[in-house]
């Protein structure tokens, strides 16, 4: 029982190049999320699925795309890097049923574009 | 927009002194969460609140959740080292859409 796994762990981009970051949980849970992390502004909602089949924007979707592609797997898609998009990426899932809304995240992605 | 306001951004305290991490939201809250993140590391669910007024406790730790639903607090007693990292609120609005405090970093000074 792994939780939840994110690939790959560190990331050096190009500004223009593109990349899929890769995320899985093994829990059976509903609900998938990603996040960036910027050092004084905490987590900030990029993305979510509330359930398979279903995605929404969150708080700073602009510059990415994702992809829920089963229950299991929610990938995030920088088509075009910036040196904005320097951050750490947290993946996160959720039961999201009765009352259970529990996040529980993957380890990180430290993406760094120059 | 949704806005969660958490207060101080930083805390030091002398090992054995209380701490307390404050959160409020522009709107109404359906529900609270409190989470800590360790340096290096990746968030890590800590409680749930729900109820208007609610208040839980955790060893030393009590949550409390307003009874406006706009406003939360997490207090820890007799801070110890191993109580090191970063605390965040997250409140869920209405929606499924989660919104995360800007975090309390607490360092603790044996």
């Known amino acids: 029982n792994a939780g939840v796994t994110q690939t790959p762990k560190f990331q050096v981009l190009k500004t223009g190049q593109s990349m899929t970051l890769q995320c899985a949980q093994d829990?059976?849970?509903?609900?998938m999320y990603w996040y960036r992390q910027d050092p004084g502004m905490g987590l900030r909602l990029i993305y979510y699925?509330?359930?398979?089949?279903?995605?929404d924007k969150g708080e700073v979707p602009n510059g990415y795309n994702v992809s829920r592609l089963n229950k299991r797997e929610f990938s995030l898609r920088l088509e075009s890097a910036a040196p904005s998009q320097t951050s750490v990426y947290f993946c996160?899932?959720?039961?999201?049923?009765?009352?259970?809304?529990?996040?529980?995240f993957g380890p990180g992605t430290r993406l760094t574009v120059t | 927009g949704q806005q969660v306001m958490q207060i101080p951004q930083y805390q030091h305290v002398q090992e054995g002194e209380d701490f307390t991490t404050y959160c409020n939201s522009s709107?109404?809250?359906?529900?609270i969460q409190w989470y800590k993140q360790r340096p290096g590391g990746h968030p890590v669910f800590l409680i749930q609140?729900?109820?208007?007024?609610e208040v839980k406790k955790q060893k030393r730790l009590t949550f409390q959740f307003g009874e406006a639903k706009k406003n939360s607090s997490l207090h820890i007693t007799a801070t110890q080292t191993t109580d090191v990292g970063t605390y965040f609120c997250?409140?869920?609005?209405?929606?499924?859409?989660?919104?995360f405090g800007t975090g309390t970093s607490l360092t603790v000074i044996p």
């Open positions: 996160a899932s959720s039961r999201h049923r009765d009352r259970d809304y529990e996040q529980y």
């Open positions: 829990m059976n849970h509903n609900s």
């Open positions: 699925s509330a359930s398979e089949g279903t995605t």
């Open positions: 709107t109404t809250l359906s529900n």
């Open positions: 609140l729900v109820k208007s007024g």
């Open positions: 997250a409140g869920q609005d209405t929606g499924n859409q989660f919104y």
